[in-house]
């Protein structure tokens, strides 16, 4: 009894803490942009430095993109990505600092001139590295002739990583569909099996706060399932508090 009160306790506790704090904040999105978006368009140069340096080996495309780097093309590649992202909010009438859907984000992006801004670090970097004569005048000039191969990949892989976005919230709602039903017949290993890929699936897709309250229920009833020994007899007043952090 005394465990099943402290329990009890624990999970109010929770529920007040999260009462005073939000599951998603703007700073956490922008975390997550700014490393995802930061990723993919550095994959996105990559490649496209391939296509328009087609007969250098793998280390000259390398010591051609380290030199950029220290040219100032990462600085510039992070102040594109949080140029877009904010103006893409004011754009797109997102006021409240937080995007409540991905769709949202990817319109913000979209609008926000995230290539025009790429296009500007690319420049200044290759500017820069030229005067210092980290790289060639010819390979700054081809590098220029070539950069719309560059930004139509950066382009293209932003937009890649934002249908793979919708494709992970649309696979997680289908897991926690998976849950519910397993949920319905007592059925705890299928339970377990879906709540790892819910879990995994959370890690890839971007913080919005109706993603993380349908999640955070699964995972309050989970556990306190798992903790009562797979044991489904739970009072009416348990189940209520499972889903207190979504409230």
């Not at 140069?45 to 328009?52: A, E, Q, T």
């Not at 997102?94 to 769709?103: C, L, M, Y």
Request: charged share 25%.
């Amino acid at each position: 009894m005394e465990e099943i009160l402290t329990e009890k306790n624990n999970i109010l506790e929770q529920g007040r803490n999260e009462d005073r704090q939000e599951l998603v904040t703007a700073n956490e999105q922008k975390n997550f942009l700014d490393t995802t978006l930061g990723k993919v368009v550095n994959t996105a140069i990559d490649l496209g430095l391939r296509w328009v340096l087609p007969d250098f080996v793998e280390n000259q495309i390398i010591d051609v993109k380290n030199s950029l780097i220290r040219g100032g093309l990462k600085e510039g590649i992070d102040k594109a990505i949080d140029s877009a992202v904010e103006l893409g909010k004011s754009v797109t009438g997102v006021f409240t600092g937080k995007f409540e859907s991905v769709s949202q984000a990817q319109n913000a992006v979209k609008n926000g001139g995230i290539i025009d801004g790429i296009s500007d670090a690319l420049d200044t970097a290759l500017s820069f590295t030229s005067k210092q004569g980290w790289v060639s005048k010819e390979i700054t000039n081809v590098i220029r002739q070539g950069k719309n191969v560059i930004l139509d990949n950066v382009s293209n892989n932003i937009e890649t990583e934002f249908v793979g976005q919708l494709n992970c919230i649309e696979k997680l709602g289908k897991y926690e569909n998976n849950w519910k039903n397993y949920f319905q017949s007592q059925n705890f290993e299928g339970m377990e099996k879906e709540y790892q890929k819910i879990k995994d699936r959370l890690k890839e897709v971007l913080p919005i706060e109706k993603t993380l309250k349908q999640a955070r229920e699964i995972e309050n009833l989970h556990m306190l399932i798992k903790n009562n020994g797979q044991n489904f007899n739970l009072t009416q007043e348990q189940l209520a508090l499972a889903g207190i952090l979504t409230k």
